[in-house]
């Protein structure tokens, strides 16, 4: 009679899961990546940039024949645009946009009469690098009436439908009470929307990352 195989029989039946069960024979497990929860949806916005003349780079402090630069905290807004997977997504055009230090947007329907800044451009485009990555100059986000702080960004390629969403500063007293962020009921979902404004050391600016991630079921059609 074979002992040594009632032995390993008896070490596969103890083993259970099949997780065990892979260990008792001697199989490597590979740790499967956790799925990314996609970026969340966030209404467009009456103010998205529409006129030709708009500066289409990806610094929004400074504007073409401009004498200087906005007001506001200068912020370094970086991130990567990625798939459920976590793998990058290249050649998506990132645009983003957002009020200026007084809470005014640089479009024809906001007429508010807070001032415009002559060297606060409003909005900014790039396109993502092959390993995803986006970078932008922008300020940080102050509040708009009946709004939380926010930054506009929308998001389009080839394969798949345009996403446009918003990003918002993590902590911030009014987030509770914005009705878009609100709205969002997945916890996890929310969370990845909220971003932290950090000072740079050495340097008059602060850098907050936002990653984005594309759906693989509906937004981004890819394997």
């Known amino acids: 009679m074979n002992m040594g195989f009632f032995t390993r029989r008896r070490a596969l039946l103890a083993a259970g899961t099949s997780g065990a069960w892979m260990v008792a024979l001697g199989v490597p497990i590979v740790a499967r990546a956790e799925e ?41 807004l970086t991130g990567r645009v990625l798939d459920a997977r976590g793998r990058p997504v290249a050649g998506v055009r990132v645009e983003i946009w957002q009020c200026n230090a007084f809470g005014r947007y640089h479009h024809p329907r906001d007429s508010s009469n807070v001032p415009l800044d002559p060297n606060f451009q409003g909005y900014g485009e790039t396109v ?14 102050v509040p708009y009436p009946g709004r939380a702080p926010h930054i506009h960004v929308r998001l389009s390629g080839r394969d798949f439908a345009p996403l ?17 962020l609100s709205s969002i009921v997945d916890p996890r979902a929310r969370a990845s929307l909220l971003v932290a404004f950090r000072r740079v050391e050495g340097a008059d600016a602060l850098a907050a990352t936002f990653d984005v991630t594309l759906d693989n079921n509906g937004t981004l059609r890819r394997g």
């Open 36 to 76: 990314r929860v996609p970026t969340p949806p966030q209404s467009l916005g009456p103010f998205y940039p529409y006129a030709p003349e708009v500066e289409r780079d990806a610094d929004l402090v400074t504007v073409r024949g401009g004498t200087g630069i906005a007001k506001g905290e200068i912020t370094l």
């Open 128 to 141: 993502s690098a092959a390993d995803g990555a986006y970078r932008f100059r922008a300020i940080k986000p």
């Open 164 to 180: 446009a969403t918003q990003l918002y500063i993590a902590g911030h007293p009014q987030n509770d009470g914005d009705f878009l």
